[in-house]
Protein backbone atom coordinates (compact mmCIF):
# COMPACT_ATOMS: atom_id res chain seq x y z
CA UNK A 1 0.00 0.00 0.00
CA UNK A 2 1.33 3.46 -1.26
CA UNK A 3 1.25 5.22 2.41
CA UNK A 4 2.79 8.08 1.46
CA UNK A 5 0.95 9.06 -1.58
CA UNK A 6 -2.14 8.84 0.42
CA UNK A 7 -0.27 10.92 3.33
CA UNK A 8 -1.09 13.70 0.94
CA UNK A 9 -4.76 12.98 1.03
CA UNK A 10 -4.71 13.09 4.31
CA UNK A 11 -3.30 15.98 4.93
CA UNK A 12 -5.24 18.27 2.23
CA UNK A 13 -8.05 17.17 4.46
CA UNK A 14 -6.77 18.42 7.27
CA UNK A 15 -6.29 21.59 5.10
CA UNK A 16 -9.31 22.26 3.74
CA UNK A 17 -11.48 19.24 3.57
CA UNK A 18 -13.56 17.70 0.83
CA UNK A 19 -12.22 20.85 -1.26
CA UNK A 20 -8.76 20.59 -0.84
CA UNK A 21 -9.38 16.57 -1.35
CA UNK A 22 -11.35 16.74 -4.64
CA UNK A 23 -8.47 19.82 -5.49
CA UNK A 24 -5.79 17.37 -5.10
CA UNK A 25 -7.35 14.88 -6.94
CA UNK A 26 -8.48 17.10 -10.19
CA UNK A 27 -4.62 18.19 -10.32
CA UNK A 28 -3.01 14.80 -9.68
CA UNK A 29 -5.58 13.42 -11.87
CA UNK A 30 -5.60 10.77 -9.42
CA UNK A 31 -8.18 9.83 -6.26
CA UNK A 32 -7.22 9.08 -2.75
CA UNK A 33 -8.10 5.73 -3.37
CA UNK A 34 -5.53 5.18 -6.42
CA UNK A 35 -3.16 6.64 -4.12
CA UNK A 36 -3.04 3.62 -1.98
CA UNK A 37 -3.00 1.27 -4.81
CA UNK A 38 -0.28 2.78 -6.46
CA UNK A 39 3.91 2.25 -5.37
CA UNK A 40 5.29 4.76 -3.03
CA UNK A 41 7.93 5.49 -6.11
CA UNK A 42 10.19 8.47 -6.95
CA UNK A 43 7.85 9.80 -9.77
CA UNK A 44 4.22 9.15 -8.24
CA UNK A 45 6.03 11.21 -4.75
CA UNK A 46 7.32 14.13 -6.71
CA UNK A 47 4.17 14.61 -8.48
CA UNK A 48 2.08 14.51 -5.31
CA UNK A 49 4.25 16.51 -3.78
CA UNK A 50 4.31 19.23 -6.53
CA UNK A 51 0.65 19.82 -6.15
CA UNK A 52 0.19 20.00 -2.46
CA UNK A 53 2.09 22.88 -2.68
CA UNK A 54 -0.68 24.64 -4.51
CA UNK A 55 -2.92 23.04 -2.28
CA UNK A 56 -0.99 25.00 0.43
CA UNK A 57 -0.57 28.02 -1.15
CA UNK A 58 -4.89 27.55 -2.11
CA UNK A 59 -5.73 26.79 2.01
CA UNK A 60 -2.98 27.25 4.20
CA UNK A 61 -2.92 29.41 6.95
CA UNK A 62 -2.82 32.29 4.94
CA UNK A 63 -6.54 31.99 4.05
CA UNK A 64 -8.93 33.43 6.33
CA UNK A 65 -12.09 31.86 7.16
CA UNK A 66 -15.07 33.37 6.30
CA UNK A 67 -17.05 33.20 9.25
CA UNK A 68 -19.89 31.59 8.89
CA UNK A 69 -21.04 27.98 9.64
CA UNK A 70 -22.36 25.99 6.38
CA UNK A 71 -25.69 24.54 7.16
CA UNK A 72 -25.44 20.49 7.37
CA UNK A 73 -28.52 18.94 5.56
CA UNK A 74 -29.83 15.00 7.06
CA UNK A 75 -31.90 12.59 5.41
CA UNK A 76 -33.74 12.16 2.27
CA UNK A 77 -33.22 15.60 1.12
CA UNK A 78 -29.90 15.35 1.26
CA UNK A 79 -29.22 11.83 -0.66
CA UNK A 80 -31.78 13.35 -3.18
CA UNK A 81 -29.73 16.78 -3.33
CA UNK A 82 -26.34 14.89 -3.56
CA UNK A 83 -27.49 12.13 -5.95
CA UNK A 84 -28.97 15.28 -8.59
CA UNK A 85 -25.56 16.85 -8.08
CA UNK A 86 -23.26 14.05 -9.13
CA UNK A 87 -25.81 13.08 -11.89
CA UNK A 88 -25.01 16.86 -13.15
CA UNK A 89 -21.88 16.30 -12.28
CA UNK A 90 -21.03 13.25 -14.54
CA UNK A 91 -23.11 14.53 -16.95
CA UNK A 92 -21.15 17.72 -17.37
CA UNK A 93 -17.99 15.96 -17.49
CA UNK A 94 -18.40 13.27 -19.48
CA UNK A 95 -19.31 16.67 -22.36
CA UNK A 96 -16.20 16.44 -25.25
CA UNK A 97 -15.51 20.37 -24.66
CA UNK A 98 -15.08 20.22 -20.30
CA UNK A 99 -11.23 20.24 -20.04
CA UNK A 100 -10.46 20.71 -23.48
CA UNK A 101 -10.09 23.66 -25.43
CA UNK A 102 -13.48 25.22 -25.86
CA UNK A 103 -13.44 27.56 -22.84
CA UNK A 104 -16.98 29.20 -23.56
CA UNK A 105 -18.70 26.03 -24.69
CA UNK A 106 -17.45 25.06 -21.11
CA UNK A 107 -18.79 28.05 -19.20
CA UNK A 108 -21.82 28.18 -20.53
CA UNK A 109 -22.48 23.86 -19.64
CA UNK A 110 -21.18 24.95 -16.30
CA UNK A 111 -23.53 27.72 -15.27
CA UNK A 112 -26.50 25.71 -16.94
CA UNK A 113 -25.48 22.57 -14.44
CA UNK A 114 -24.88 24.59 -11.54
CA UNK A 115 -28.67 26.85 -11.75
CA UNK A 116 -29.63 22.73 -11.71
CA UNK A 117 -27.78 21.58 -9.07
CA UNK A 118 -27.47 24.00 -7.11
CA UNK A 119 -31.46 25.11 -8.03
CA UNK A 120 -30.56 28.99 -8.00
CA UNK A 121 -31.76 31.40 -10.40
CA UNK A 122 -28.60 32.88 -11.96
CA UNK A 123 -25.16 31.74 -12.48
CA UNK A 124 -22.43 33.25 -13.54
CA UNK A 125 -17.85 33.01 -14.13
CA UNK A 126 -16.03 35.73 -13.77
CA UNK A 127 -12.03 36.04 -14.86
CA UNK A 128 -9.53 39.10 -13.49
CA UNK A 129 -7.97 41.03 -16.06
CA UNK A 130 -4.35 41.14 -16.58
CA UNK A 131 -3.97 44.09 -14.49
CA UNK A 132 -6.44 42.12 -11.48
CA UNK A 133 -7.99 45.33 -11.30
CA UNK A 134 -11.50 44.58 -12.67
CA UNK A 135 -13.55 40.86 -13.62
CA UNK A 136 -15.21 40.51 -16.53
CA UNK A 137 -18.22 37.82 -16.60
CA UNK A 138 -17.17 34.90 -19.28
CA UNK A 139 -21.00 33.29 -19.21
CA UNK A 140 -24.10 34.86 -17.19
CA UNK A 141 -26.87 31.73 -17.30
CA UNK A 142 -30.26 33.34 -15.87
CA UNK A 143 -32.34 30.01 -14.73
CA UNK A 144 -36.09 31.62 -15.89
CA UNK A 145 -35.88 33.15 -19.39
CA UNK A 146 -33.09 30.45 -19.93
CA UNK A 147 -30.48 33.32 -21.32
CA UNK A 148 -26.74 33.57 -21.24
CA UNK A 149 -25.20 36.84 -21.40
CA UNK A 150 -21.48 38.27 -21.20
CA UNK A 151 -18.84 40.97 -20.82
CA UNK A 152 -20.20 42.97 -17.68
CA UNK A 153 -17.01 44.26 -15.86
CA UNK A 154 -16.95 44.94 -12.06
CA UNK A 155 -14.06 47.19 -11.16
CA UNK A 156 -12.17 46.43 -7.80
CA UNK A 157 -12.35 50.32 -7.73
CA UNK A 158 -15.68 50.40 -7.33
CA UNK A 159 -16.59 47.31 -5.00
CA UNK A 160 -13.45 47.26 -3.00
CA UNK A 161 -15.01 45.10 -0.23
CA UNK A 162 -16.01 42.36 -2.80
CA UNK A 163 -12.63 42.28 -4.19
CA UNK A 164 -10.93 41.84 -1.00
CA UNK A 165 -13.01 39.62 0.67
CA UNK A 166 -13.24 36.70 -2.39
CA UNK A 167 -9.14 37.29 -2.47
CA UNK A 168 -8.81 35.98 1.32
CA UNK A 169 -11.86 33.46 1.62
CA UNK A 170 -12.20 30.16 0.44
CA UNK A 171 -15.85 30.69 0.27
CA UNK A 172 -17.93 33.66 0.10
CA UNK A 173 -21.16 32.54 1.51
CA UNK A 174 -23.56 35.34 2.25
CA UNK A 175 -27.35 34.30 3.28
CA UNK A 176 -27.82 37.75 3.41
CA UNK A 177 -26.40 39.80 0.74
CA UNK A 178 -27.67 43.23 1.31
CA UNK A 179 -25.61 43.04 4.55
CA UNK A 180 -22.51 40.79 4.41
CA UNK A 181 -19.51 42.70 4.40
CA UNK A 182 -18.21 41.16 1.09
CA UNK A 183 -21.40 41.71 -0.97
CA UNK A 184 -23.40 44.96 0.80
CA UNK A 185 -21.43 47.47 -2.00
CA UNK A 186 -23.76 45.32 -4.62
CA UNK A 187 -27.11 46.03 -2.64
CA UNK A 188 -28.41 48.92 -4.18
CA UNK A 189 -27.57 48.99 -7.54
CA UNK A 190 -26.94 45.34 -8.63
CA UNK A 191 -29.11 42.78 -5.78
CA UNK A 192 -32.27 44.82 -5.10
CA UNK A 193 -32.77 45.71 -8.62
CA UNK A 194 -33.31 41.69 -9.60
CA UNK A 195 -34.27 40.51 -6.43
CA UNK A 196 -31.19 38.81 -5.13
CA UNK A 197 -31.10 38.34 -1.73
CA UNK A 198 -28.40 35.48 -1.21
CA UNK A 199 -25.03 34.84 -2.71
CA UNK A 200 -22.54 31.64 -2.99
CA UNK A 201 -19.24 32.64 -4.81
CA UNK A 202 -16.08 30.48 -4.94
CA UNK A 203 -12.60 30.71 -6.67
CA UNK A 204 -11.23 29.53 -9.54
CA UNK A 205 -7.09 28.83 -9.45
CA UNK A 206 -4.95 28.94 -12.62
CA UNK A 207 -1.72 26.72 -11.57
CA UNK A 208 -1.84 27.78 -7.88
CA UNK A 209 -3.19 31.12 -8.83
CA UNK A 210 -6.57 32.89 -8.07
CA UNK A 211 -7.89 33.59 -11.63
CA UNK A 212 -11.37 34.66 -11.26
CA UNK A 213 -14.72 33.57 -9.41
CA UNK A 214 -17.86 31.41 -10.03
CA UNK A 215 -20.76 33.45 -8.35
CA UNK A 216 -24.21 32.04 -7.30
CA UNK A 217 -27.66 34.28 -6.92
CA UNK A 218 -30.59 33.02 -5.22
CA UNK A 219 -33.65 34.91 -5.47
CA UNK A 220 -37.04 35.15 -3.00
CA UNK A 221 -36.37 34.40 0.90
CA UNK A 222 -32.96 34.72 2.52
CA UNK A 223 -30.82 31.13 2.06
CA UNK A 224 -28.85 29.22 3.97
CA UNK A 225 -25.74 27.34 2.06
CA UNK A 226 -24.98 23.98 2.89
CA UNK A 227 -21.74 22.13 2.50
CA UNK A 228 -22.63 20.41 -0.28
CA UNK A 229 -23.57 22.64 -2.00
CA UNK A 230 -20.25 24.71 -1.24
CA UNK A 231 -18.26 21.82 -2.26
CA UNK A 232 -20.18 21.92 -5.44
CA UNK A 233 -19.72 24.81 -6.40
CA UNK A 234 -16.15 24.36 -5.53
CA UNK A 235 -15.90 21.30 -7.96
CA UNK A 236 -17.44 23.38 -10.78
CA UNK A 237 -14.58 26.24 -10.01
CA UNK A 238 -11.88 23.44 -10.63
CA UNK A 239 -13.42 22.53 -13.95
CA UNK A 240 -13.18 26.42 -15.10
CA UNK A 241 -9.58 26.47 -14.28
CA UNK A 242 -8.60 23.40 -15.50
CA UNK A 243 -10.14 24.21 -18.86
CA UNK A 244 -8.12 27.51 -18.38
CA UNK A 245 -5.01 25.69 -18.18
CA UNK A 246 -5.97 23.65 -21.15
CA UNK A 247 -6.41 26.59 -23.08
CA UNK A 248 -2.99 28.75 -21.98
CA UNK A 249 -0.77 24.92 -22.93
CA UNK A 250 -2.68 24.95 -26.70
CA UNK A 251 -1.75 28.60 -26.95
CA UNK A 252 1.76 28.23 -26.32
Not at 199 to 207: E, F, G, K, N, Q
Request: with cysteine; glycine share 6%.
Amino acid sequence: MAQKLFDYFLQAGELGGVQARTRLSLLAKMTSIEAKSKPDDEEHLKLLEEHFKVIKREFGGDKQTNGHSPIIETGKTTVDKLRKQMNIFADLTSTRSVYENDLKATAKRITEALVEAIEVERASIWLYNQQRTAIECLDLFVKSVKEHSEGIVLKASDFPNYFKTVATQRTLAAENAHKHPGTAEFSETYLRPLGINSMLDVPIYVHGKMAGVVCHEHTGNFRKWTTDEETFAYLMGNIVGLTLEKVGEAAR
